[in-house]
Each structure stands twice: as C-alpha cells, then as structure tokens.
C-alpha cells in the first residue's frame, strides 16, 4: 500500500557491516636495455591535470554543503507515554457493551520512548527548527552539533498542524543556516537535502548529503493526522527515516525548505525508506510559523466555524442542478455560530475558501484548519446560482 510516512526514525542504530579488503600491487623498475639518452620529466604536466581534476570537483553543490552543514544538527528526543496493559481478552471485552460499561479499567503505565531526527540552526543565539512530529512533545532534547558538542534544548513553541517546532540551545556566534525565498524556487534546480538518516550524525557529528532536483512546488497533500501539509515543495533527493527536520537547500546553499515527510510503499514508518519522493515545508511558510513561536504566544487553532460540509457528488450535483461537482456543500450551520454570522445557510456551495479554488472537502479543511482564532476567512460561495463573497470570522470554540 502506498503512503504518506515521516521521516523520523525511533531509536535503533543500525548494524554497519564493514568489509575489509586488502589488494596489493608490485611496481618493477624499468630494466636497462642498455641504451642511453635523456629522460624527460612529465611531473609539470602531471600536476596541472591533477590541480585541474581537484578544482573541476569543486562546484555549485559541494560550495553549498561546506557553507551549510556547520548549522545542520542531529537530533535525540527521550518522550514518555501513557500506555495501557493489554491481554489477550481485552479483544473480546472491547466489542462486549456489558464489559465496555461496567468492566474494569485497563491499567496503565508510563513508557519511555526514544527517536531521533534532524534540524538546523537559524540564529547565532541558537534557535532551531525541526518538526512538531520529531520535538513537539518530546520530555527531554538532546541536540549535537558538528563540533561533536551537546546541548540539552528547550522547546519553544510547537504547531502540530503545521509540523513544525522551534528549539533553543545556549551558545553565541553560532553558525546557521540563511534563509532562501521558496516562492523563486524552480522545478529541475538542484535539491541538496541534509540530516540525519538513522541517526549517522552520531557516528562522526557530520550530516548526511544527498542530492537530487526540485521535482514539484506548490504540492497539497491530504490532511494526515490533523497535520495540513501545503505548498510543498516535491525532491527526489533521498529523504529516509531520521532526515525529518533537515534542512533542504539550493545550490547558493540557500535554505529552501525543511524535509518533513516522503512517499513510500512500505507498511510501517519503521521500514519506510526513500523511493524518490519527499516533501519539504517551503521557508516562506516556515518562517510565518517561527515568527510566532518566537513570541511564546504560541498558535491558537482552538477555533470553530459551526457548520458542517460535505463534497459533492453526482447525486448532490443533480438536486442543486450543478454543472460541475468541485466544491462543497454546506449541509449545516449552527446558530450564533462564525458560519451562521458569516451570512451561510445549508445548500450553499463554498468554490473559493482564502482566494484558493476548492476542489474537494479535502482542500476545504486543510485551508480552514490552517488557521488561528481571530482570523477573517474569506469565501465565495454559489447560492441559487448566483456567486457571492462571505467574510467569516473565527471564534474560541466553545467548551463542551
């Protein structure tokens, strides 16, 4: 089955398989034929072509690694959970109504549980980012950096919806990364992703490399777990378990985007490795989200529009006489609610959410989701066949 996987590793170091091998070669001096002349030297020559080979190494890419890779950062995360015993007859006790209402409580426990991912350093004074899914709730953080130092980090601040999370390490004059603009990125310029694959960066303090190009922008992938993945930025630089967080970067070794999540066929985030297709967040989008988290105000998302939507299909279509099926249909709206004061009613169809033409439920919830309370939610909507625009407000929800 195909998915949608992290690139985060939970700790288990890999076994390195070293192959020793030993080949030896014999050099004969030239034997003397018996005549004799003068030996010309082709050392001159031999040098230019080796310092010519040496500075043809040297380009784009390799100048890029060297200006970045001192801000590039491992990442070892220590999160407790609260587990539940399991035995054999909670299967059978679980689809039981008598056991679900008057069986006991299933005890629990608290586990320790450990990962690793990537970051980068974006000050001098030290703050990093990475995603929400490596370090947002994570109970300790141990960062390294290339000089082989570790810092214990502090969580700033961490949007879950986003996927992004924003440390701070003490230490001054820091190296860090630039940011670069994502809006200029081109498809086919090269990608240069770096990080921390199953946790090599603990081998020798030094990210992992890997190059490939800018495969697509502006990618909107579904809503996974509650997360709101837009605008990604597609490489087939090799993205695998443990690169979550990284950074990925373009040839002037300009920051263009943080390796968040790769396509993969394999069942488990455990085995996912990378086929090609990763996902980085954009840094416009990245450096909106760690603004905020800077203030420590946090993101508030606890916000409601009181109505609920449904995607049109054919039979929808066919009782509101639609001659396309893209957007939603509104098929609730709650009193005194954002929606309601916004002017919706049921049977109205929401085509532009934010500026951005909806296709699908899907893209309706992600673009609303993606938002704070307060914000002011544009809309145009199609009402008996006519299109009109609605402003919504977003509210507290309220408690329940």
Aim: proline content about 4%.
């Amino acid at each position: 089955m195909n998915r949608l996987t992290f690139a985060y590793k939970t700790r288990i170091l890999p076994l390195l398989l070293l192959a020793l091998g030993a080949s030896a070669c014999s050099a004969q001096e030239p034997r003397d034929n018996g005549t004799t002349g003068t030996r010309t030297s082709n050392a001159p020559a031999i040098d230019r072509a080796n310092s010519e080979i040496t500075g043809s190494r040297r380009n784009a890419i390799t100048r890029a690694v060297e200006k970045v890779s001192p801000a590039v950062v491992g990442i070892n995360v220590t999160e407790v959970r609260e587990m539940r015993y399991r035995s054999f007859l909670d299967q059978f006790m679980e689809q039981d109504p008598f056991f679900q209402r008057y069986g006991p409580r299933r005890r629990t426990f608290k586990q320790e549980l450990h990962g690793l991912g990537s970051g980068f350093i974006i000050s001098p004074d030290g703050y990093v980012v990475t995603n929400d899914h490596v370090a947002g709730r994570a109970s300790k953080v141990i960062v390294t950096t290339t000089d082989g130092k570790q810092y214990d980090a502090k969580v700033i601040g961490s949007d879950p919806t986003t996927d992004v999370a924003l440390l701070k390490i003490e230490g001054k004059n820091l190296p860090y990364i630039e940011f670069g603009n994502s809006d200029d990125v081109v498809v086919g310029e090269w990608a240069i992703a770096l990080g921390n694959p199953f946790g090599l960066f603990d081998i020798n303090s030094k990210p992992t490399v890997t190059v490939g190009v800018v495969s697509n922008t502006e990618v909107n992938l579904q809503p996974q777990d509650g997360r709101v993945y837009r605008g990604m930025i597609q490489t087939d630089a090799a993205i695998s378990s443990g690169n979550s967080g990284g950074a990925l970067v373009n040839a002037l070794g300009e920051l263009i985007g943080m390796n968040t999540i790769i396509y993969s066929t394999a069942q488990s985030g455990m085995g996912a490795g990378s086929i090609g297709i990763g996902f980085a967040v954009p840094t416009n989008r990245l450096k909106a989200i760690v603004a905020q988290l800077k203030k420590g105000d946090g993101i508030d998302r606890n916000f409601w529009t009181g109505m609920n939507i449904q995607q049109i299909d054919d039979r929808i279509a066919r009782y509101l006489q639609l001659q396309e099926k893209e957007g939603v249909v509104v098929v609730e709206v709650i009193a005194n609610s954002p929606a309601a004061q916004a002017g919706l009613e049921p049977g109205d169809v929401i085509k532009e959410i934010k500026g951005e033409t909806i296709k699908s439920e899907d893209d309706a919830v992600a673009l609303i989701s993606d938002s704070q309370v307060g914000d002011t939610i544009t809309m145009k909507i199609l009402r008996d066949g006519k299109t009109t625009n609605k402003t919504m407000k977003l509210t507290t929800a309220p408690t329940r």
